[in-house]
């Protein structure tokens, strides 16, 4: 289910993903594919880890980029989950093909 609501999204981002929901800060994004289909690759990681383990992951591993690199954004976009989603949000296929738990190739 997609949600608009600016209030919800973090400042510097314009969507989020919260199984079950797809958060956008604008109306408009609700029509970009791309946009949507990144946010869709999130939905079924979260699935596939029982999505409560998805966000202890996401968050341990954000926290040791950071570390690492000093940078917030690059710690952000070096997250395996947010790897694979970016590298593959342009295939609006990916979903139909992609093995299962095959976030664990961009770690």
Partial sequence: ????SKYLVPKGYSGLTLFPFILLKERRL???K???????IHLRQQLELLIAPFYLIYGIEFLIR???????HLAYRAISFEREAYSND???DYL???PFW?????F
Avoid: A
């Avoid at 289910?1 to 608009?4: A, K, T």
């Avoid at 095959?102 to 961009?106: G, L, R």
């Fill in 1 to 4: 289910m997609i949600l608009v």
């Fill in 30 to 32: 609700k029509t970009d």
């Fill in 102 to 106: 095959n976030f664990i190739h961009y």
């Fill in 34 to 40: 791309r946009f949507i289909n990144h946010e869709r």
């Fill in 96 to 98: 139909k093909r992609r």
């Fill in 66 to 72: 950071l570390i690492k690199l000093k940078n917030w």
């Fill in 90 to 92: 342009n295939n609006l």
